[in-house]
């Protein structure tokens, strides 16, 4: 079974820095890897995937995430991060060899970017 | 807008009652995932269903159950609802084939409490 550990509940951070927000990943099989974001009222919006080839993915918005295999990893970066950027941020893998394509997520990250 | 179309948006009923969500896909998507997003167990998956068929179940309660239509749309029916089903329940929809690499794309979900 999989299962996806965000290692923090909340990050906040000032607007204009750095951020990271973590994620590990456990599991029997070789996974995809997927990083969500959900603003306040709204579904989840895909930020990235990481399916094969370069571990360095960019994603929509300025995101960036690196997968590390040696450390189940898939830590999602941003270097300067906005207000709008204040969201709920969901880690996800799914079995990359099954047929059925069902996500496991972790708890979530609430980033939450000040002025 | 992710293409995805779920009624209602808020769904307040009764301990001890039944409702039922709808959900329609995105154009050409014939996955449908249904997933449940609580404070206590996180982004949960419950149930998937490929071109009309069950194609995988996750934890979802004996009291819960879906299909999907000719037109692809569907429904998620909850009985004999209990306190602790109050939730985020979102449908998700991707589309061609079910791997695990195809991009899910997430309804904005209705909010069911049960009082």
């Known amino acids: 079974a999989q299962s996806v550990t965000q290692l923090d509940s909340q990050v906040p951070v000032f607007e204009e820095a750095p951020v990271e927000l973590r994620c590990n990943y456990s599991?029997?099989?070789?996974?995809?890897l997927f990083w969500y974001v959900q603003y306040p009222n709204q579904g989840l919006q895909l930020l990235l995937k990481?399916?094969?080839?370069?571990?360095l993915v960019k994603g929509i918005n300025g995101f960036e995430a690196e997968f590390n295999k040696s450390q189940t990893s898939f830590h999602l970066r941003k270097p300067s991060v906005h207000i709008s950027d204040t969201a709920e941020y969901f880690c996800a893998v799914s079995d990359r060899g099954s047929t059925l394509g069902r996500l496991y997520f972790g708890r979530g990250t609430q980033l939450t970017v000040w002025p | 807008d992710s293409g995805v179309t779920q009624t209602p948006k808020h769904l307040i009923t009764a301990t001890g009652q039944r409702v039922t969500l709808r959900c329609s896909p995105r154009s050409g998507d014939l996955s449908v995932y249904w997933y449940q997003q609580s404070l206590d167990q996180g982004l949960q998956f419950l149930i998937q269903?490929?071109?009309?068929?069950?194609?995988a179940k996750g934890n979802i309660l004996e009291r819960f159950s879906a299909q999907q239509f000719p037109d692809l749309h569907s429904e998620l029916n909850l009985s004999s609802l209990e306190l602790g089903d109050s939730a985020l329940y979102f449908c998700a929809s991707s589309g061609p084939g079910t791997r695990g690499y195809n991009e899910q794309f997430f309804g904005p979900g209705t909010r069911l409490t049960v009082l």
């Open positions: 990481y399916l094969s080839g370069s571990t």
């Open positions: 269903y490929y071109n009309g068929e069950e194609r």
């Open positions: 599991s029997s099989v070789s996974v995809y």
